[in-house]
Each structure stands twice: as structure tokens, then as C-alpha cells.
């Protein structure tokens, strides 16, 4: 690659590039500023001063010379220098040397984003050991208009300039180097083999060759190879959906472009500024000027960007229906996304005017073998693993499906995720997805591959129940998040074919799932459609009543008291005629709680005695049951101190406590921390009240339990609001109240928990409009804002309690200053590498306080330390 040579800039015969960088310094101005006042592109002033372009158009001078306001002399030579430089321009060094280049493409619409992307290609193809570079990725990422870009900006950098090669129209492999030698002007002529006849013309040459669409005639690649190694300074920008596996081949995978971060702000302005949404209004405007993201519709692009996976060409496809379809309109058809994404532009190739024919292009290209795995993958949603796949994809050896995932991966018809445990997955886009299943459907193969799917998940699913609802849940539910779509799929295709059977056994397993992530109303649907399926005659007496428990908890959640009741009765009624004591142990439980929430704490006592003597018995063969044990415990104190009974209430909390504490089981403490703050509440000490809330404000969002986390906001707001912090309670509490109703929680739930003065609030807000403003505020915050918020109000307040420990004693004394400054920067949610950063210290070092500070407080995690930092006053 060549350098820019050194210019004489007060010779006679100097450039205009020469010339107009000269006058542009001289006035002050950068590039930017010039362009800016010329009303030209800062990148086209860029390339006129590199001698990338030859003359300007007259147009153009007229303006540059307008913004430069030379005097007339400069203005004079600058006019000799443009004459001179259009007098050169049919000697260009590649002409002079015999080698004809044609021209670049001209793409008819402007490249939307990929900064990042152009960047990182220049830098790799300006080192001295990428020889070759393939940008590979799935049809319709925009792979050939990127080649192009980085064309465009190195044409000044390569003293022979740059080739572009589109292969796209040959399907001989044989017709590659002819192709390329047609570009380049080299005549086939003699005996000689045409590779060495472009190797003589190209051998001291600067060039670099651009080759698009590879991935049909890769079998050409060898003679790629034996180019480069024919000629030292040719360098070579391939385009392919599958890699060309050479062994000077570097390779850059082109992302779908950037879709707005989950979480991130909804203003249009930072909206627009995600790739894929800016390509969206830019590609709708052509169809409609008038278009424009706006509040109303701002969601339904972003959700339509998001639905096509960022994919360039499907988002085009897409924007063309916007003046028939409106964004909400144009939503609800990508259902079927496919059918959608047809009628691109009659200029454009055909394998991209539909996004069907461009997936079809690189399904096509695969060996008969690959094609049937792929068709059998496509019925897994949001992924796989390589042992799932080995399952569904029954009737292809194991060695087999493991080279057919990786000649998929290669063809960018599937893309490869790690996950924490270093476990592979594997997973298509969805856009690439939906061609799977019509050809699954044309095979005859796709009741036998959904029923294998299916079967895999209900023993994934019935694998997980035990292991939920304990102290080591965490990475079970890690499991199932990972594998809900597949889960939802499952089960879809179970109910659609009316099995019954597996079904049920499928949304029993997934009960405590949907219990521990507050989703209510999509685990009752589920469960009474699994029931729906089939008579309870014919159904496993332990199946059902594992449906029927989850169907009486869930309802009990969203306050369907009678729905409740009636389930969980059944359900005790087949775990005993089973003989099932755990599933009698939840049904008993479940009753306990679904009285309880009716407003009554006399009738819950019998049935939690009643679990718990049933899992105390268990507890002594089985160490499970030791955490429903405590969990019994702790319904009961919650029970007792609606009872008035605040004693007996704090004796059964501290002792379930102490056994959740001991077991590690920290969702458990999060809401027996709850049940806590409300007993001190009654007693009148809203100092150890708050506390008690602080602590289980960590540990719900650390567990991710959204009822837990509003329970805990709701907990600092009725502080706030004994202590006379009215606006601010009403903030939370509003907060607390559309929490509770996206997740499917009763007001009724948060009422019962405020007590008396709170229920009060709720209904006759004191202050009146002030109040009822403060409440409505509170109800537009998210869940992010509404826990920070909480935790603003917390650390305002803080009451000391009289109950609460002497600090001296409480055994933080042991750390040292450095130790106590990690817990500190622990509970506020800092990682390792934050905390490294902000104490100057090494992650080894930090790593090894919080091992030492674990020690010295006989806590377990992070998330203990959190909790014990805010339980002590540290955070």
C-alpha cells in the first residue's frame, strides 16, 4: 500500500488538491468548516485534497471558490490548476502502465451507519499481514455496499487504485478469473495460462481487488490463492456468506446494524440514532417525504427494526410498504415477515428483491445433507444447544450434526453464542428462521421433528421443578430464561395438536418459573389450557396435581381468591390419592396463602400447620424440604401479625430467618426482610422497618422478582409515610401500583400490606391534587427508576432504630478501611472491574478483599454482602 507523496506546494505545476488544501489552511478552515460553508461533503473535500478525484465538476469549483474568497490571483492559478489536473486525467498511473480499471459501482442510496464497520476494515487491510479479508454474514446484511464504502475511502491509498469484481451473474467457478481480467483490462492472449498473465500485469502493481458474492463459486478460491501468492502487494476485499478457507484468509463478520439498547432512553432524538432506525426513516422518506418518527409511532419502528433482526435489506423491504401500511400496520404483518418482505427495487439483483429469494440463495448452495439439518433446526426458537440439536435432528449421526451446525455457521444461516458456563449455542436470526419451517413442511418431516422438540423440553422443563423455589435456584432459572421461547413453542405445539398428556406435564413443571417471575397471567392461561386438554379421569393424579398447585398459587397472586381455593382443594385431593407428600405439602401450603390473602388469619393457621408438619417430616430424609420449612414459617408470621399478634409474628420471622440465612436462600430473606419491616412497622419503630426494606430491596432486584421488588418500594413508602414524607410515598406507592398491575397483582395486595393509615392513602389521598400528582408521577416510572428512586427515599430518611444493633458490634469492626470500602462499592452494584477502577486497585487485588471480607462476615456471595452492607449501614 502506497504512502501519499510529498508535494511542493509553491511549484508552478502543483495539483488542485495541492492548491485548495494550501488555500484552505490559509483561511482557517478545516475540512468540516469548508465543507459546511461550500455546502459540499467534508469527505468530498477530503478526497479532492488527497487527489482521490481528479478535477471538480464547474458547479462545484464555483462554490468552493465562493467559500474561499481568494483573491483574484490565487483565484486565477487555482483555475490553471483545475485545467492542468483535467489535462491529466486520461494519464492516470494504472492507464499508463497499461492496466484499465473500471469505475466503482454507484450505489443510488446513501450507506446508513456502519462507521464502526469501515473503520475497522481500513485499519485491518492497511496491515502489512491481512493479505486477504472476507466480510462474511447472512444475504441482506449489507455486505457488498460496505465492500463498496471501503473501496470509495482507499481509492487514494492503493497507487494503482481499486478493482471491483461482482460475481454475482457467473456460476462457473471456471469463469472467476476471466472475470476478473475483464475488469482489469488484461486481454486473454497466447499460450500462457491466464493466471500468469495477470500475475505479470498485476506483479509490481498497487492494487486492491475487490471480489463480491464469492460464496457461489468458492471453489475458485484456490485460484485466489495462488494470485496472492503470485503477487506481494495485492490485497484482496471478498465479500461471501461462507468463509473461503485459505490459509491467508482473515475474517470479519458484518453485524445485523444497531438496534436501540434494551432499556436505553425512548427519546426520538437518541432513538434515531441506532442504525437500523435511522435506515428505516431514510428508506421510508423515499416513499413517503413526509415521514417521520413521532411519539405515536416511535415504539412500532423501533419494535419493527427490532423484529427484522437489524437485517439492512429486510428493513428496506420493509420502509418500501410505508405508504400503504403505517408502522403499527406494518407491525402486526410481520407476523409472517416473509410474506411481507418482497417487492425490492426491479434494479436491484435478484436474489434481493425478496428476502425469501435471498435466504433461498445461500439455502440453495448448501449439500443436500445440510439442507435437511437446517430445516429440522428451524424449529427451535431463540436457540440451542449442540445436545438439543443431537436430539431433534434424529436420523443424522453425531458426528454429522456437529459439522452440519459448523457448515451452517459458515454459510451465516446459523450464528454461534457462548454462554457464561462455556457451554456452545447456537441460534438463526428469526428472518432466517421463517424459511425453515415451510421447508420443514414441504419435507413431510415436521410433526416427527416439532414432537421431538417438544419431548426435549418437557424433560428440561420436569428437571428444573425440583430445583426451584430453593437456595441454589439461581442457575436453574438462568436454564429456563435461556430456553423460554422454546418452552413457549413447546407448549404451543402441544395444545395446537391436542396433546394432552405431555402438556400437562410440560406447564406443571414451568409453575414455580412463572411464580418466581411474577408471570401470572401468562402461567394461569397456560396451566387451565393444559387442564382444558383433558378430564381430570384421565389424567396422572401427581401431573394434575402439579398443574392444579400451580393454577391455585398463581391465583392466589393475582387475587382470584375462589379460583385459588377450589384448585388447590383438588389438587391436596390428588396428592393424596397419589401418595405424593411434597405435592400434599404445596397444596396445604397454597391454601394457607390463598386464605390469608382474603383478609382472613384465623382459617391459614391449620393449613400451614399442616404443610409444615409435612415437610419437617420430609426435611429428615430430604434435604430440600429444609427451605419450605422456613417458607412456612414465614407465611405464618405474616399471618400472625395480621393478627395482631406482633410477638409471636417476630419469634416465627426471626426463626425462618435464621434458617433461610443458614441455607443461603437470599429470595426467601428478601421476603421474609418484608414481612419483617412490616412487623416493626406495627410496633412503631420505622427505623429498623426501613432497614428491613433496604435490605430486601437488594435482594428482590437481585433476584429479579418483580412482586418481591414492588413489595420492597412499597415498604419504603410506608415509612415515608408514617414519617410525614406524604409526595414522596405517593411517588413510590404509585410506583408500586402499575408494577403490581403488569405483572397481574391486585391493588388489594398492596392495600393489605400498607395497613391501616396506608389503605387510607390509597383511596383519600391526603393533600389532595398535590398528592394525586405525585401518584400519577409515579405510576409513568419504570422499574429501574421506581428501585432507584426507593433507595433515594431510604437514604433520605434514615431513621436510626431503637432496636437496632451498636455498629461496634455488629462485626464489621474486623474489616479493614480497604475491605469496608469494596463492601461499600459491592452493594451499590459495582462489578470487579468498577471497583478496580475506582480504588486504583488491581481486579486480582479486589478479588481477593472480597474473598477476605466473605470470610470475616461467614457470608456466601455478592448478593450477601450487599444485603448485610445494607443491613449494617454501609451502603
Known sequence: MSTTRPVDEGAEDATFGDRLRRARVAAGLSQEQLAERAGVSAR?????????????????????????????????????????????????????????????????????????????????????????????????????????????????????????????????????LPTVAQVLGVREGGDRPLAAQLADVLRKRDVLLVLDNVEHVVEAAAQIADLLAAI????????????????????????????????????????????????????????????????????????????????????????????VLPPHALLSHLEQRLALLTGGPRDAPARQRTMGDTIAWSHDLLTSQDQTLFRRLAVFVGGFTLEAAEVVASGISACHVLDGISSLVESSLLRQDELAAGVPRFGMLETVREYGPEQLTASGESDAVHDRHASWFVAVAEQADPLLLRPDQETTLEHLETELSNLRAALDWLETTEKAEPAVRL???????????????????????????????????AA??????????????????????????????????????????????????????????????????AALGVFRELAVEEPAARPRVAAVLADMGWVASGRGEVELAEARLEEALTEARTLGFTWLVGLIMINLGQVAGQAGDDGRALACYREALVLAVAEGDRRLVAFAVQGVGRVALAQGQEVRAARLLGAVAALLERIGV???????????????????????????????????????????????????????????????????????????????????GKTDAEIAEALFLSKRTVGTHLTNLLAKLDLANRTEAAAWAVRHGLA
Open 544 to 609: 394434575g396435581a402439579r398443574v392444579l398447585t400451580g393454577v391455585g398459587f398463581l391465583s392466589a397472586m393475582r387475587g382470584n381468591r375462589n379460583r385459588a381455593e377450589a384448585a388447590l382443594t383438588e389438587a391436596l385431593t390428588l396428592a393424596r390419592i397419589a401418595g405424593d407428600a411434597w405435592e400434599t405439602g404445596w397444596a396445604l401450603h397454597g391454601l394457607g396463602i390463598a386464605t390469608g390473602y382474603a383478609g382472613d388469619y384465623l382459617r391459614p393457621e391449620k393449613h400451614y400447620t
Open 232 to 323: 506481494p502487494r495485492l490485497r484482496v476485499l471478498a465479500t461471501s456468506r461462507v468463509p473461503l478457507r485459505l490459509s491467508a484468509e482473515h475474517r470479519l463478520l458484518v453485524p445485523p446494524l444497531s438496534l436501540p439498547a434494551p432499556g436505553a432512553s425512548r427519546s426520538i432524538e437518541e432513538l434515531v440514532k441506532a442504525e437500523a432506525v435511522s435506515l428505516f426513516v431514510d428508506r421510508a422518506k423515499a416513499v413517503r417525504p413526509d415521514f417521520t418518527l413521532t411519539p405515536a409511532n416511535v415504539d412500532a419502528v423501533t419494535a419493527i427494526c427490532a423484529r427484522l433482526d437489524g437485517l439492512p435489506l429486510a428493513i428496506e423491504l420493509a420502509a418500501a410498504r410505508i405508504g
Open 746 to 828: 391486585p391493588l388489594e395486595q398492596l392495600t393489605h400490606r400498607l395497613g391501616k393509615r396506608g389503605t387510607a392513602t390509597v383511596h383519600v389521598a391526603p393533600g389532595g391534587a398535590t398528592f394525586a400528582a405525585a401518584w400519577e408521577a409515579g405510576w409513568a416510572l419504570t422499574l429501574q427508576e421506581a428501585v432507584a428512586e426507593a433507595e433515594d427515599v431510604a437514604a433520605a430518611l434514615a431513621i436510626d432504630s431503637p432496636s437496632s444493633p451498636d455498629r461496634r458490634s455488629s462485626g464489621w469492626s474486623g474489616l479493614s478501611p480497604r475491605e469496608v470500602e469494596v463492601l461499600r462499592l459491592v452493594a451499590a
Open 507 to 541: 406447564a406443571g413443571a414451568l409453575r414455580w418459573f412463572w411464580l418466581i417471575r411474577g408471570d401470572y397471567r401468562e402461567g394461569i392461561d397456560r396451566l387451565e389450557r393444559a387442564l382444558g386438554l383433558t378430564g381430570a379421569e384421565v389424567t396422572p393424579p
Open 44 to 176: 468530498g473535500i477530503s478526497d479532492l485534497e488527497r487527489g482521490v478525484r481528479g478535477a471538480p465538476r464547474p458547479d462545484i469549483l464555483a462554490l468552493l471558490l465562493d467559500a474561499l474568497r481568494l483573491p483574484p490571483a490565487e483565484r486565477a492559478a487555482m483555475l490553471a490548476a483545475v485545467r492542468r489536473s483535467r489535462d491529466r486525467q486520461p494519464s492516470s498511473p494504472a492507464a499508463a502502465q497499461g492496466l484499465v480499471l473500471a469505475s466503482l459501482p454507484v450505489p443510488l442510496t446513501p450507506l446508513v451507519g456502519r462507521e464502526r464497520e469501515v473503520a475497522e476494515v481500513m485499519e485491518r487491510l492497511g496491515h502489512p499481514g491481512v493479505r486477504l479479508l472476507t466480510l462474511t454474514g447472512p444475504g441482506g446484511t449489507g455486505k457488498t455496499r460496505l465492500a463498496i464504502r471501503v473501496a470509495e475511502e482507499l481509492q487514494g491509498d492503493f497507487a494503482d487504485g481499486v478493482a471491483f469484481v461482482g460475481l454475482a451473474p457467473i456460476t462457473d467457478p471456471a469463469l472467476v
